[in-house]
Nanobody, 126 residues
Framework: QVQLVESGGRLVEAGDSLRLSCVVSGATFSTHDVGWFRQAPGKEREFVAAYRRNNNINYYSDSVKGRFTIARDNSENTLSLQMNSLKPEDTAVYYC???????????????????WGQGTQVTVSS
């Protein structure tokens, strides 16, 4: 059974940095695509960043490219999201997600992920 547990969310100020972590059990980065999504109040869940196993490429949304970095620690089976230059519009609940590695070009679509963490709240004050 795949389980994902996020941590690291908290209240920060605009311009600050924050690092989120996701401990993955029951799956490995050699067999699964993994990613980060976020959901702000009243909005749909949106793609933030992901690692696609089949081509070994990291993907980012345009809104976070250049500010956020997704990384994998294979020894700890942990996924991280380093967030720099945070903005108030980054405020959301951040979710870690995983799915069996897929050849489909659906890495950015939440409904194609089968496993989700409980989420961690990130609040950026202006």
């Amino acid at each position: 059974q795949v389980q994902l547990v996020e941590s690291g969310g908290r209240l920060v100020e605009a311009g600050d940095s924050l690092r989120l972590s996701c401990v993955v059990s029951g799956a490995t980065f050699s067999t699964h695509d993994v990613g980060w999504f976020r959901q702000a109040p009243g909005k749909e869940r949106e793609f933030v960043a992901a690692y696609r196993r089949n081509n070994n490429i990291n993907y980012y949304s345009d809104s976070v490219k250049g500010r956020f970095t997704i990384a994998r620690d294979n020894s700890e089976n942990t996924l991280s999201l380093q967030m720099n230059s945070l903005k108030p519009e980054d405020t959301a609940v951040y979710y870690c997600a995983a799915r069996r590695a897929s050849v489909l070009n659906t890495i950015r679509i939440p409904s194609y992920y089968h496993y989700w963490g409980q989420g961690t709240q990130v609040t950026v004050s202006s």
